[in-house]
């Protein structure tokens, strides 16, 4: 599928485009951080970097406001703009598409959540971003898009049709014989405005080492959602090019453009090569990522410690670290001896540079009785049910003494 990329100001290029020619116009534009944004590629041998410096809010809004009306000369009556930003320029945008494309065009306002790591500033971790989606008129194209049920959904409910009683209350239709009548098949829940697509993560094949550079994954959503293939794809601040790309593997024609030379030869190499990481996060879900023991977890309530999820070698991490350095908590389980237990929690533990690892014993084994000692930094306490197996063994013991002694007196 044709896609192109033009060097230049969007404003000026934008104005070579013919009236009505594009389905969708997804923009990027700097947000109002007033910083300049750099990062390297991944060898290190390669700088990008944007300027994102405004004199103040009013000239920002006017760099917005000419653009968007251009934007919305070349919009098909049938198409749709989707604008994304984060809570520094929001209000701004948000005011200047209602007044250019009107308050009843506007759509939704669709919350790009991801995970993201600590947040070193005081405040909230921000971990979102937000895409206004208007259209041009009222016919514009939509695809929807629908995903599975809740597992909290009752859907043998869903499926059965309601109508309205003489009391004007919602209740389950039968027929004449009295049995439910169904609404057919249903497609599943329809798309919401909050969209958990991962953030492009260190290693992704598809990281450019491109400030601001966004998921493909993210774009082949919106793309999807609002054309249909061989329609026509415009970012004005294409960047590193993630929509071209993205139009590209749909089927869409793309058409990008950056005032950056480096942007440009980059979305033009990518185009060459177009590369999509795939993400198991939304294939399976987040609650697949859940590995956590929950047996062991049970034995280490009310301990202040964090889970740990795809460790084979570690439970949980203390809240409280010992000597500047994490203290590592596992629980033995049940085919591991005592020895067997530690070794797996000191391998785990080293690759944290942990000093201190705890091992929480739930049986003896027979390892320790032959003088093999515990590796370094491991110690162990007794889980509160061995202590209590062992308590009633010893009280036994000290009542058959009991007994033994009264016999021989």
Same mark, same amino acid.
């Given at each position: 599928m ?20 594009a ?7 700097p947000f109002l ?10 060898d ?11 004199s103040?809010?009013?000239d920002y ?18 198409? #749709? ?5 984060? %809570?520094?320029? &929001?209000?701004?945008? +948000?005011? /200047? @598409?209602?007044?250019i ?6 759509? #939704? ?5 991801? %995970?993201?790591? &600590?947040?070193?500033? +005081?405040g /909230? @971790?921000?971990?979102?971003q ?7 008129s009222?016919?514009?194209l ?5 995903g ?5 959904t ?13 009391h004007g209350?919602?209740?389950y239709?039968?027929?004449e ?19 958990d ?5 260190p ?5 450019t080492?491109?400030?601001?550079q ?13 054309t ?11 960047g590193?090019g993630?929509?071209l ?15 950056s030379?480096?942007a440009?030869a980059?979305a033009?190499?990518?185009l060459?090569?177009?590369?999509k ?8 879900g987040?609650?697949?990522?859940r590995?956590?023991?929950?047996g062991a ?8 410690c964090?889970?740990?999820h ?6 949980a ?24 237990a530690a070794?797996?929690l000191?391998?785990?533990g080293r ?6 690892m705890?091992?929480?014993?739930t049986?003896r084994?027979g390892?320790l ?9 491991v110690?162990t306490?007794?889980?509160?049910a ?5 308590a ?10 009991q ?7």
């Amino acid at each position: 599928m044709h896609a192109e990329v033009r060097h230049g100001d969007c404003l000026d290029i934008a104005r070579e485009l013919l009236t009505e020619s594009a389905q969708l116009i997804y923009l990027d534009p700097p947000f109002l951080t007033q910083k300049t944004h750099k990062l390297h590629t991944r060898d290190r041998t390669r700088e990008f970097s944007f300027d994102d410096l405004w004199s103040s809010h009013e000239d920002y809004a006017k760099f917005l406001d000419s653009r968007l009306r251009e934007f919305h000369r070349i919009l098909a009556d049938e198409g #749709s703009l989707f604008f994304h930003c984060d %809570r520094k320029a &929001s209000h701004i945008a +948000r005011a /200047l @598409l209602d007044t250019i494309f009107g308050q009843d065009n506007f759509r #939704s306002e669709i919350i790009w959540h991801y %995970r993201r790591w &600590s947040n070193s500033q +005081r405040g /909230l @971790l921000p971990a979102h971003q937000t895409i206004f989606f208007y259209s041009k008129s009222a016919r514009y194209l939509f695809n929807p898009i629908y995903g599975e049920y809740s597992p909290s959904t009752n859907v043998d409910q869903i499926l059965q049709r309601r109508k309205r009683d003489e009391h004007g209350k919602a209740a389950y239709e039968r027929d004449e014989s009295g049995a439910v009548v169904t609404c057919g098949p249903k497609k599943g829940v329809p798309l919401s405005d909050v969209w958990d697509i991962p953030f492009l993560n260190p290693k992704a094949k598809e990281r450019t080492g491109y400030p601001t550079q966004k998921p493909v994954l993210l774009l082949e959503r919106i793309i999807t959602l609002v054309t249909a293939p061989g329609d026509l794809v415009v970012d004005p601040f294409c960047g590193s090019g993630t929509t071209l790309v993205a139009a590209q593997l749909t089927g869409r024609k793309a058409f990008g453009i950056d005032s950056s030379e480096d942007a440009v030869a980059l979305a033009r190499q990518r185009l060459a090569n177009p590369e999509k990481t795939e993400s198991p996060l939304l294939e399976a879900g987040r609650e697949s990522y859940r590995t956590v023991n929950d047996g062991a977890l049970a034995l280490l309530e009310g301990l202040d410690c964090i889970p740990v999820h795809r460790n084979n070698g570690i439970d949980a991490i203390l809240a409280q670290n010992f000597n500047g350095r994490p203290v590592p908590v596992r629980v033995q389980r049940n085919h591991e001896s005592v020895f067997e237990a530690a070794g797996i929690l000191a391998s785990a533990g080293r690759t944290k540079e942990a000093a201190l690892m705890v091992l929480v014993v739930t049986h003896r084994g027979g390892d320790l009785a032959f003088g093999q000692a515990l590796p370094t930094g491991v110690i162990t306490v007794d889980s509160p049910a061995l202590q209590v197996r062992e308590a009633v063994e010893c009280g036994r013991r000290d009542h058959h003494v009991q007994l033994r002694q009264k016999e021989d007196a």
